[in-house]
């Protein structure tokens, strides 16, 4: 559709309008007077949240972002789907799966009783989805404007074979000092270290960073909190359907060599994402669904 078509569609009058972003990509714009958001209906991926009265949008968004068909857009909320990290069968497949450089659909808009906005996108598969991943599906992204933010990324089988998923919500945070981040709630767990091998490790004491970092935790069950002193708040995580959280920092070297971001952006920058990976694995029977749920609630520190 048109940016015309799709707000005469789904625009909601004072509270969101469809609007051409860069190269052309549809942005749905929320203002639900406690929180701005923008969704980029390619990719379907959220790409702003600014609760009232917050100096600093909750997401980093990459100022050399690709904003083309095809490219990842870097920042926000990207959706890895249906697996998460490199091709699983090691066919050539691109990383994180195929739904994060490809238009979905805008589904619908509502306004709900308690003032809040829920905007829903999704994807069915293809001919083309099929030749990739040879799986019928339904996926759909319900994002909640509120206080707080909720995303449910929602998997429903429409075929007649189970399939094997993993996923994440790969979020990029917007932090003001990487070194005096830390991120609460992993404590003592196990994580598989991408740095070093893949060699399992347990986690002592909270998070902190000081060089790239790249962790898989598993057996996550309460909230995490990411304690941001810079910016004097404390953005906590809530999930469900969810029993692993990675943990990912580019840092100085890695940051210079990728040509969407800016060699200092490491600094600002902290990716604690919603997944179901490494040994948290889901499989979907024919029929059924699989909901991975993540709310996002900004306080002080």
């Keep these: 559709m048109s940016i015309g078509e799709l707000n005469a569609r789904f625009a909601i009058a ?31 991926q959220v790409l702003s949240h600014r609760p009232a009265g917050q100096a600093e949008d909750i997401f980093f968004l990459s100022g050399k972002a690709y904003w083309a068909d095809g490219k990842a857009i870097k920042g926000g909320m990207p959706v890895c ?16 799966g195929f739904v994060r450089n490809r ?32 799986h019928a599906f339904d996926l759909e992204l319900a994002v909640t404007i509120g206080d707080a933010l909720q995303t449910a990324l929602v998997t429903r089988n429409t075929g007649d074979k189970a399939f094997p998923l993993t996923q994440g919500l790969h979020t990029y945070f917007r932090v003001g000092d990487i070194a005096r981040v830390r991120v609460e709630g992993l404590e003592g767990l196990s994580y598989i270290d991408k740095m070093d091998g893949g060699a399992t490790k ?88 699989h909901r991975l749920v993540a709310t996002y609630t900004v306080g002080r520190d």
């Design 14 to 44: 004072g509270r969101v309008t469809i609007t051409a972003g860069k190269g052309g990509l549809p942005l749905v714009e929320v203002d639900t007077g406690t929180a701005r958001a923008t969704i980029c209906t390619y990719a379907g």
């Design 81 to 96: 789907w249906p697996w998460f990290g490199p091709d699983p069968e090691g066919k050539g497949r691109p990383g994180h």
């Design 103 to 134: 238009p979905w659909d805008l589904r619908g808009t509502e306004t709900l009783a308690d003032g809040r906005v829920r905007v829903r996108l999704g994807l069915t598969d293809s001919d083309e989805t099929r030749a990739i991943w040879p």
């Design 202 to 289: 347990t986690q002592q004491g909270a998070v902190t960073l000081a060089g790239e970092t790249d962790r898989v935790y598993t057996g996550v069950r309460g909230d995490l909190a990411i304690v941001d002193p810079a910016l004097s708040r404390r953005i906590r995580i809530s999930a469900q359907g969810s029993a692993s959280a990675v943990v990912w920092n580019p840092w100085a070297d890695t940051a210079r060599a990728m040509a969407d971001l800016d060699d200092d952006d490491y600094k600002t920058l902290l990716c604690v994402e919603t997944t179901n990976a490494g040994p948290d694995a889901v499989t979907v029977a024919p029929g059924a669904e």
